[in-house]
Structure formats: C-alpha cells, structure tokens
C-alpha cells in the first residue's frame, strides 16, 4: 500500500456480468482461487500455535542483542504495539494492567517469561522480587521515539513502572530498538502456507474484479470496483488493512507530466468511468489469521472483440520493464544491509540500466506495514531516515513495492507500471521467493464485438 489519499465516497452500484472469458492467468500457469478460512475456533488453534513458536524465539534474541531483560507492561487499550503479537487468540485487548517480563538467562531453574493481569500492587511486588533474584544487569523498554514496534511503551506507564519496581532499577533500562522490530518481523515458519493461500485468495478478488464479470466500460468507475473489492472480502469472512484502490493509470494528467509521483495522489475520478484502452491498476490487500498482504497488479481494457494480441505493446513492455526492476531490488536485498544501502544499489543498477522509477519496499506480514528496515518512500529516493538504517533480517516478508515509467509509443506518452509483490525469505534457498507469484502477464477485460466503438487506429 501506497502513503494516504483519503477520500470519502459514496457507493454506486457494482457492475454486472457481461460475458464469460476463458480464464487467463496473471503470472505464467497460475490460476489463482479464494481460499476459504478455517472455523474461527480452529484459526484461533493456530494462531495460539504460531504465537507460542515466536514467543520461544525471545531468550535468544535477548542473547543476541546484548540484553538481560525485556520489561513491557500496558493498560487496557493503551497497548504496547509488540502487544499485539504475543496476546492469546482469545485475548481482543489488554486488561487491566497487563505486563510481561521476559529473561534472556534466568538462574535458578526459573522461568524466563512472566505474566500479570492486575489492579494492584501485586504485579510491582512480584517484579521486584524477580529482578533481586535474577538481578539483570540491563533491562530493554520499548521507549524508542520514532520506531512505532520499539516505542510502543505510553509516557504514562513509564512513570508507573519507575514507581512501581523501584528507582533503584532506573539505571538498568536500555533501549534495543532490534528486540521489538526483530520480534514483531520474525515469520516463523509454520505460518508460511496460510500466508500463501491468503495470497492467492488476494489475487483471485484481483483477477475477479480486474475482468468483465465486474467491470463494464463506459459505466463502472474506480470506486464500484472498490467497493466490489471491499464486499468481496467481507463475504470471505476475510478484513482488510487498507481501501483498496483502483487507478485509471492513462487518465489525462496522470502522471504528473515530469514523471513525478505526486500525480499517484490524484482522486480516482469518482465521476470518470473506466474506458475501453484504459490501462488500470489495483493496490489490494486481504487480512486474516494476524497477517496482512499487499498486492498491486494492472489490467488493460481491450476495446469490443479485441484480443490479447491487441494490448498495445508499450504497455506489455512497460510491464517486462517493472518486472526487471522487481529483479533488481530482490536481487540486492542482502541479509545483514541496510535498507539504504539496499535502495542505493538498486537505484544505481536501475540507472546502469537506462530504468527510470521509484522504489518503496517495506516489510510485511505482521502489520501491513510491519517491522524491518524500510527500503526507499515515494518521496525519499536517497535515503530514509532510522527506519532505513535498520538491517535487513532473515525469516521476514517483505512487499516489493515499485513503479517503472515506461514511453508507450501507441499512447505518445510515458506511463507509469506500479507493482508490488509479497516476497518471504527461503532459508534453504537462502534467497527471497514470491509468497505466491508475480504478476507477468496482464489482466484483460474483454468485451465481446459490436458492443461498442472500436479502438482508434494507432499513432
Ligand atoms: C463465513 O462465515 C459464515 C459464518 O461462520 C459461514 O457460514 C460461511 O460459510 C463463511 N463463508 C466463507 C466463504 O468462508
Ligand atoms: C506526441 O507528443 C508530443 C509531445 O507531447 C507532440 O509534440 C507530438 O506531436 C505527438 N505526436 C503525435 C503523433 O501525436
């Protein structure tokens, strides 16, 4: 998902089946279905299982970065963001007050994780007598103030937990910004199979809206298809993270003429129905199961009776063109690097290749916009500040997310080719691999002949 354009809109209709198409699929011999989720109480079986399997990871992680201890403590709906990824399936918020001690080497035989739930002073006394008998040496808060999974701790709270174990205890905090990020974007394992049918269940609401069935043109507008995506997924059972958005990329003025990006911003021409020779382009994602995707895939209108060989071919090449620049951010993306110096690579390999782009790459999974380090903003193609200096970690998601602008000879004007594709780390590989596939061929919508005008001659 792109940065914000906020628009509030009305619903207009979804559009109805017009004709019936053999199935052609996005990327080469994939023929994406929805995938539908499992009883609430199974999915809550799971959830509990994957949450167990990352919680287990902590002790070492507080070995790896130098740390003895990892206090978090919260109140009912003033939650820590790492909160979120230890609660039990069961749990909607924290309660009361909720707090978690966590120990990297604990002696004595005792437990290396601790749990309260409590409106007294039980859980300060409890704590207090922990840490004189564990006695770390340091103690990590999530006080980080600009990485939202390392600074999830509320002012306030700060102040009770200074009072409530003891100023004697103040020296020993530390910030780790790694232990929040690390925790919050390590993937274990075993979620990876239902990541990839919620993958294919994206793609499928993509080919599904991004076809005849939905859109008929001259009549449906960006937000019917919208809104049809929003229906779709809550008749799934499915949520989402974000407004789908459907842009016509060859509307006049867009993009901004200088190839910028500011053009992206544009409303979706509530009022402009989608054309036959219109190029559109979808930013999609689906949420279930405490994982979230993020997809952008475009489609091409073909005019009454035309055929694939009809797509004008600038657009298939500035499709091959995106698909390129995917490779070389994939292929820079270096366990271990930072997120600028991946950007940098990448953007001087796309430069020795004569690409003109933009790179935005963030983790995944977790959140939409989960925790890692963040490769390039729309807006900041050199470097991003603390979140771009972070280090690229292994056993995480990440969504390649792009544009490649593109001269199209048939349309005298340069287009841009957005994509964006949800990558997971292979450690037998040792590389990334496409959660489910990316997109390589176009979608087409098909109208069947002597249903409307016909496509111009070409330039
Ligand atoms: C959605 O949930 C309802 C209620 O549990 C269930 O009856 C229905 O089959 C589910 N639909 C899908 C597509 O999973
Ligand atoms: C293509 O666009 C350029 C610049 O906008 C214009 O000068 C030229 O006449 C156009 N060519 C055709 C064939 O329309």
């Not at 298939?316 to 690097?337: A, H, P």
Request: with cysteine.
């Amino acid at each position: 998902m792109r940065g914000p354009t906020i628009l509030s809109y009305l619903f207009s209709g979804v559009a109805v089946l017009t004709a019936a198409r053999a199935h052609v699929g996005t990327a080469p011999g994939k023929t994406p279905k929805v995938q539908t989720l499992p009883s609430l109480r199974e999915q809550a079986e799971l959830l509990d299982g994957w949450t167990e399997e990352r919680k287990a990871l902590i002790p070492q992680l507080l070995r790896k970065y130098g740390v003895d201890a990892w206090l978090m403590s919260q109140r009912e709906y003033a939650e820590d963001t790492v909160f979120w990824a230890l609660k039990e399936a069961t749990q909607f918020s924290a309660r009361r007050r909720t707090t978690h001690l966590f120990l990297a080497d604990p002696v004595g035989g005792a437990p290396s994780s601790y749990s309260w739930i409590e409106n007294t002073n039980v859980v300060w006394e409890d704590l207090r007598r922990i840490l004189a008998t564990q006695k770390p040496r340091s103690i990590a808060l999530n006080t980080h103030p600009e990485i939202a999974f390392s600074g999830g701790l509320h002012a306030g709270e700060l102040d009770a937990v200074v009072q409530g174990v003891g100023e004697e205890w103040k020296e020993k905090f530390v910030l780790e910004p790694m232990l929040g990020v690390e925790v919050v974007a390590t993937m274990v394992k075993s979620r990876l199979p239902w990541y990839r049918k919620m993958m294919e269940t994206a793609w499928a609401i993509i080919e599904e809206g991004f076809s005849e069935k939905i859109i008929v043109p001259g009549k449906s507008t960006s937000w019917d298809i919208e809104w049809w995506m929003r229906e779709k997924i809550q008749s799934l059972n499915y949520t989402t993270w974000f407004q789908p958005s459907v842009f016509i990329l060859t509307a006049e003025g867009f993009p901004a003429a200088d190839g910028s990006s500011a053009a992206m911003d544009d409303p979706r021409a509530p009022d402009h129905p989608i054309q036959f020779g219109d190029l559109i382009h979808t930013d999609f994602g689906v949420s279930a199961l405490g994982l979230n995707t993020d997809t952008q895939h475009i489609g091409y209108v073909l005019y009454p009776g035309e055929t694939e060989a009809d797509v004008p071919k600038g657009m298939l090449e500035g499709l091959k063109k995106v698909n390129r620049l995917q490779d070389i951010v994939k292929s820079n993306m270096k366990i271990g690097m930072t997120g600028n110096e991946i950007l940098k690579a990448s953007r001087e390999q796309m430069q020795s290749e004569g690409i003109e782009g933009k790179i935005y790459c963030h983790a995944t999974g977790e959140w939409g916009h989960s925790a890692g380090s963040v490769i390039g903003m729309t807006n900041l193609q050199d470097k991003v500040p603390v979140l771009g200096d972070l280090p690229l970690l292994k056993n995480t998601y990440y969504s390649i997310e792009l544009f490649a602008e593109h001269f199209v000879p048939e349309r005298n004007r340069t287009i841009v080719f957005p994509q964006e594709e949800d990558v997971y780390w292979d450690e037998a590989t040792n590389s990334w691999e496409w959660v489910y596939g990316r997109q390589e061929e176009m979608l087409l919508i098909r109208t069947p002949a002597e249903s409307g005008p016909t496509a111009p001659t070409e330039l």
